[in-house]
């Protein structure tokens, strides 16, 4: 497990942009596939995207095709997930998430082996 620590989220107008990041504590992300959940009000965790830990290799989830973009500086231990023309649905809790182990498919609550705090993101309308 990895402890990840989460910033960047806020409250930002629908067609807005906001970039969160998750910073490892020192440890190595090179091997970890890394990803985001988000959890929005009444609602289970569900799955945004992931890095695959071989690099270059990234799963999104169809409601954020095109609009988000994760990417990872192995060198900082952090991964980011740039959001792009945001909109009122993407409200909810994010999480980082990690699987410190070699990985292939994509990832599931269940496979998730470290989370992050969560840092809110609210988009009005």
């Known amino acids: 497990q990895v402890q990840l620590v989460e910033s960047g989220g806020g409250l930002v107008q629908a067609g807005g942009s906001l970039r969160l990041s998750c910073a490892t504590s020192g440890r190595t992300i090179s091997r970890y596939t890394m990803g985001w959940f988000r959890q929005a009000p009444g609602k289970g965790r569900e799955f945004v995207v992931q890095s695959s830990w071989r690099g270059g290799t990234t799963v999104y989830t169809d409601s954020v095709k095109g609009r988000f973009t994760i990417f990872r500086d192995n060198t900082q231990n952090t991964v980011y997930l740039q959001m792009n023309t945001l909109k009122p649905e993407d409200t909810a809790v994010y999480y980082c998430?990690?699987?410190?182990?070699?990985?292939?498919?994509?990832?599931?609550?269940?496979?998730?082996?470290?989370w992050g705090q969560g840092t809110q993101v609210t988009v009005s309308s």
């Open positions: 998430a990690a699987i410190s182990l070699p990985f292939v498919g994509t990832m599931t609550e269940d496979t998730v082996d470290s």
